[in-house]
């Protein structure tokens, strides 16, 4: 069965958000966190892992990925991955485990990227959210994004 999303355009720049104290946000090591990535996939998505390497697509720029990180225990609760498209900038993952949702890191990892985005000069930023996801939608709508249009998602099978 196809699912459907949304697109989104982010109409407004996000404003400072808290973290919980432990939680740190660092720029993205394949070294340090690739392993940590497929484990916090596994945990946000309630799935094992990707089956293939989510840095091995030709979109990918190390650059625009950023973890959170727990300082104590070096565990990664959340991730995102941006990068860009032709002349936009694509925010393409945004994962954060159960334990650590709702507790500003989605928020503070969207704006990380978003920051990334800016620096390359791309005055036009996206996401993606599946419209059965009123989480995701919710974050989305309250970093500034808007809903732009609704299509199925051809790659859901």
């Known amino acids: 069965m196809k699912r459907l999303l949304y697109r989104m355009r982010l109409c407004s720049d996000p404003s400072e958000s808290s973290l919980p104290r432990s939680v740190e946000i660092r720029e993205y090591s394949a070294r340090r966190h690739h392993t940590g990535i497929r484990e916090a996939f596994g945990k946000a998505f309630d799935r094992a892992v990707w089956t293939s390497d989510w840095d091995g697509f ?13 300082a104590e225990t070096t565990e990664i609760v959340g991730y995102v991955l941006s990068f860009r498209r032709d002349d936009f900038g694509y925010i393409s993952v945004v994962a954060v485990v159960p334990e650590y949702q709702r507790r500003g890191v989605g928020f503070a990892l969207v704006s990380a990227a978003i920051r990334y985005l800016r620096g390359l000069g791309l005055e036009t ?3 993606d959210a599946y419209v059965d996801s009123p989480p995701a939608v919710n974050l989305y709508l309250k970093v500034g994004f808007r809903i732009e249009k609704t299509f199925e998602d051809k790659m859901e099978d």
């Not at 030709?58 to 727990?70: K, P, R, S, T």
Request: glycine content about 6%; cysteine-free.
């Open 125 to 127: 930023i996206r996401i």
């Open 58 to 70: 030709d979109e990918f720029d190390e650059h625009g990925a950023f973890v959170a990180e727990d």
